[in-house]
C-alpha cells in the first residue's frame, strides 16, 4: 500500500464533531463505541502515513491515540453518563475488528486485553470502566479528567502507566492491580472522597507528588487505601497535604518510602505493615535563609508492624505517635530527630534493633514503654522527657542509659524510676470509697492479724502489766515492735528508704541535697540529744563552749561513743539512742553525697 492508496481510501470521520470550550480549547466528540473505533482506526492511517513521509531507523508501531478528546459510550438523557471498555470491544468485534484489542468475555482473569500504547492526553473521560483489563503497552492520561468515575480495578499494567495532572472526579478505584513498570500521579488532582489502592503491586517505583485533594461538604469521611499492597521498589510521597486518612495496613515495603514536605492533617497507618527497606518524614532541605517547616502528622501509627529496615522522622511535629505491639528487628532502626512529639507510645513493643531519640530537646510530652520487651539499644540524646507515668518505661531507659554508658540520664531515669515506684505504694493504701472493697481487704488480712497478736500482742502486754523492771518492759516494747513490723513492716521499710533515697540526694542526683542532708542531720541530732541530756529548757546548746566542741566533734562519727557508754550514770538510754541515731543519720547523709557525684563519672 504506498502514500496515495492511503489517502485515497481513507476512514471517513465526517459524523465526528469538533468541540471548542469555554477557555478555546478544541476536542472531538466520541460520544459512542463505533464513533470511538472509528477515530482509532482513522488514527492508525494518520500514523502510518507520518511513518512513510521520511526515513525511520525503527519499525512501525501503532498506538491508540485518544488525546484532545470528549468520550462516552453511553448517555441518559442527552448526556454522556459513561465510558465502558467492554461497549467498545464489542463495538470492535461487530465492525472493524481492530487487532488491538482481544476481548476474552466475562469469567476470565481479564476480560480484555489492549495489545498496543494508549495516549489520551488532555481529554475528557465520562465514568471511564477499565477494569479487568491487561494492557501490554505504556499508557497515558496526561492532563486528562475522568468525570465521574476512573476504574481501573484488577488490570495489569505491563509498561509504565502515566496520570500526571490527571483530575479525577467522582470516585476512584485502582485496587487489585498490578503495576510492572513505573507509576506517575505528579500533580494529579482528587475531587474524590474514597481512593483506592488496596491489594496492588507495585514491582517498580511509584511516584505521587504534589497531589491536591478536595471534598464537598456532608461527604463521608475521605481517605486514600494502599492497604494489602506491596512495593517493590522506591516510593515518592512528597510535598504532599494529605486532607484525609492514609491507610497502608498489612502493607510491604522492599525500598525506600519518601515522605518529603508532607503533612497528614487526619491520620496515616501502617498497622502489620512489613518495612524491609526505609522510610522518612521530612522537611525538604531548606535554603541558609529559609526557615525549616516540619512536617505536620497528627496521629501515625505502625502497631503491630515488623520493621527490619529503618524509619526515621526528621523535624517533625506529630501530635501521637503510636508503635505498639511492633517488632523492630535486629540491626533495624527507628529513629526520631529534632521533631516535637506529644505522646509516643511503644507499648508492648519487641525492639532486637536501635531506636534512637536524638536532639528533640524538651519537645516531648510523653512516652511509654510498658509492657515492652527490649533486646536491643535505646539510645536518648539531648531529649528531655516531661512525663512518664509508669516505672517500666523509666526502668527500661535507665537501663539502656547505664548499658550505654550514659551515667547521667541513666540516673535520671533512676529517679523517675524512684519516684514512680514511691507513687504506686502510696495508691496502694489509698482508702477506698466503697465499703465492699473495704470489707473484703478486712477479711482478707484478718487471719494473719489474728495469729500475729495471739503470738506477740498479748504476751507482750501481759509482760508489760506484771512488770515493773525496766528491761522486761523494753522486751515487751521490742515485741510490740515486732508485731507491728510484721504486719505493715515492709510497706514501711519501701517507703522510708524511697523517702530517704529523695530527700537525701534526690535519688543521687543532687550532691548538694546530699550535703544540706548531712548538716541538718548533724544539727539537729546534737541539738536533740542536749536537751535530752540537759533539759529542754537549754535550747542554744551552742552556747554552752563544752557543748561547741561536742557539736564540732559529733560530725566525726568515732568520736563520743565510748564516753557514752562509760558514762551511763548521767546518759538516759533515750539520750543514748538519739546521740547514735544522729551518727548514723550522719553516715547516709555522707554516703549519699559521695553516691550523687557518680553521675559525673564518666
Given amino acids: 500500500m504506498n502514500k496515495k492508496d492511503l489517502l485515497i481510501e481513507r476512514t471517513s470521520i465526517s459524523d465526528i464533531k469538533e468541540i471548542k470550550d469555554e477557555d478555546g480549547v478544541s476536542r472531538h466528540e466520541l460520544n459512542t463505541p463505533t464513533k470511538i473505533i472509528v477515530w482509532i482506526k482513522y488514527q492508525f492511517e494518520q500514523q502510518e502515513i507520518d511513518y512513510n513521509k521520511e526515513y525511520r531507523p525503527f519499525s512501525f508501531s501503532k498506538r491508540i491515540d485518544l488525546s484532545n478528546c470528549i468520550i462516552n459510550t453511553s448517555s441518559v438523557g442527552g448526556k454522556p453518563s459513561l465510558t465502558n471498555l467492554s461497549d467498545i470491544l464489542k463495538a470492535n468485534d461487530k465492525g472493524e475488528k481492530l487487532d488491538c484489542f482481544i476481548n476474552n468475555g466475562f469469567g476470565n482473569k481479564y476480560n480484555h486485553e489492549v495489545k498496543v500504547k494508549i495516549d489520551c492526553r488532555n481529554s475528557l473521560i465520562h465514568s471511564g470502566f477499565f477494569q479487568n483489563t491487561k494492557f501490554h503497552e505504556s499508557v497515558n492520561f496526561e492532563d486528562s479528567t475522568?468525570?465521574?468515575?476512573?476504574?481501573?480495578?484488577?488490570?495489569l499494567f505491563t509498561k509504565y502507566a502515566d496520570f500526571q495532572k490527571v483530575k479525577f472526579v467522582g470516585n476512584f478505584d485502582f485496587s487489585v492491580s498490578t503495576f510492572n513498570d513505573n507509576v506517575y500521579?505528579?500533580?494529579a488532582i482528587f475531587d474524590t472522597v474514597q481512593i483506592h489502592f488496596h491489594h496492588s503491586i507495585f514491582q517498580k517505583k511509584f511516584q505521587a507528588q504534589n497531589l491536591e485533594f478536595s471534598t464537598h461538604e456532608n461527604s463521608p469521611t475521605p481517605f486514600i487505601d494502599f492497604r494489602n499492597s506491596e512495593f517493590h521498589k522506591d516510593v515518592y510521597l512528597s510535598?504532599?497535604?494529605?486532607?484525609?486518612?492514609?491507610?497502608?495496613?498489612?502493607?510491604?515495603?522492599?525500598?525506600n518510602v519518601l515522605f518529603q514536605k508532607?503533612?497528614?492533617?487526619?491520620?496515616?497507618?501502617?498497622?502489620?505493615?512489613?518495612?524491609?527497606g526505609s522510610i522518612l518524614f521530612s522537611p525538604s532541605p531548606a535554603e541558609d535563609d529559609l526557615e525549616v517547616i516540619p512536617n505536620t502528622i497528627n496521629e501515625i501509627s505502625f502497631d503491630r508492624s515488623k520493621i527490619s529496615g529503618r524509619i526515621d522522622f526528621e523535624n517533625c511535629e506529630i501530635d501521637l505517635l503510636e508503635v505498639c505491639f511492633a517488632h523492630i528487628q535486629k540491626e533495624a532502626l527507628f529513629r526520631i530527630y529534632e521533631s516535637k512529639i506529644n505522646y509516643l507510645n511503644f507499648r508492648s513493643v519487641h525492639n532486637d534493633g536501635i531506636i534512637?531519640?536524638?536532639?528533640?530537646?524538651?519537645?516531648?510530652?510523653?512516652?511509654?514503654?510498658?509492657?515492652?520487651?527490649?533486646?536491643?539499644?535505646?539510645e536518648i540524646e539531648n531529649t528531655k522527657v516531661k512525663i512518664i507515668e509508669d516505672r517500666k518505661t523509666a526502668r527500661l531507659l535507665k537501663d539502656s542509659a547505664l548499658k550505654s554508658g550514659n551515667t547521667i540520664d541513666g540516673l535520671n531515669y533512676k529517679a523517675k524510676e524512684m519516684a514512680l515506684y514511691q507513687k504506686e505504694l502510696i495508691s496502694k493504701i489509698k482508702?477506698?470509697?466503697?465499703?465492699?472493697?473495704?470489707?473484703?481487704?478486712?477479711?482478707?488480712?484478718?487471719?494473719r492479724k489474728i495469729v500475729l497478736s495471739v503470738l506477740f500482742a498479748i504476751p507482750a502486754i501481759i509482760i508489760a502489766l506484771i512488770s515493773h523492771q525496766i528491761l522486761n518492759t523494753l522486751i515487751a516494747f521490742l515485741i510490740i515492735s515486732v508485731f507491728i513490723w510484721t504486719s505493715v513492716g515492709l510497706f514501711l521499710n519501701e517507703m522510708i528508704v524511697l523517702l530517704l533515697n529523695t530527700i537525701s540526694n534526690k535519688n543521687g542526683l543532687s550532691w548538694f541535697r546530699g550535703l544540706t542532708f548531712t548538716l541538718v542531720a548533724?544539727?539537729?541530732?546534737?541539738?536533740?540529744?542536749?536537751?535530752?541530756?540537759d533539759g529542754i529548757g537549754d535550747v542554744f546548746f551552742l552556747s554552752i563552749e563544752t557543748n561547741r566542741e561536742g557539736f564540732i566533734n559529733y560530725l566525726w562519727l568515732p568520736s563520743g561513743l565510748k564516753d557514752l557508754f562509760n558514762d551511763s550514770k548521767t546518759t538516759s538510754w533515750l539520750s543514748?539512742?538519739?546521740?547514735?541515731?544522729?551518727?548514723?543519720?550522719?553516715?547516709?547523709?555522707i554516703y549519699q553525697t559521695i553516691t550523687a557525684f557518680r553521675k559525673y563519672k564518666n
Fill in 146 to 155: 475522568f468525570d465521574g468515575y476512573a476504574s481501573f480495578s484488577n488490570c
Fill in 185 to 187: 500521579f505528579h500533580g
Fill in 239 to 255: 510535598y504532599n497535604k494529605f486532607d484525609r486518612a492514609c491507610y497502608f495496613g498489612n502493607t510491604k515495603f522492599h525500598d
Fill in 262 to 276: 508532607s503533612h497528614f492533617l487526619v491520620s496515616v497507618d501502617f498497622f502489620n505493615a512489613e518495612i524491609k
Fill in 356 to 378: 534512637i531519640l536524638a536532639n528533640n530537646q524538651d519537645l516531648i510530652d510523653e512516652i511509654t514503654f510498658k509492657s515492652a520487651i527490649n533486646t536491643g539499644l535505646i
Fill in 431 to 447: 482508702p477506698s470509697l466503697e465499703l465492699k472493697t473495704l470489707l473484703s481487704n478486712l477479711l482478707n488480712s484478718i487471719k
Fill in 522 to 533: 548533724w544539727i539537729l541530732f546534737y541539738g536533740l540529744f542536749i536537751m535530752s541530756r
Fill in 576 to 589: 543514748s539512742s538519739i546521740f547514735i541515731l544522729g551518727k548514723i543519720a550522719i553516715a547516709y547523709g
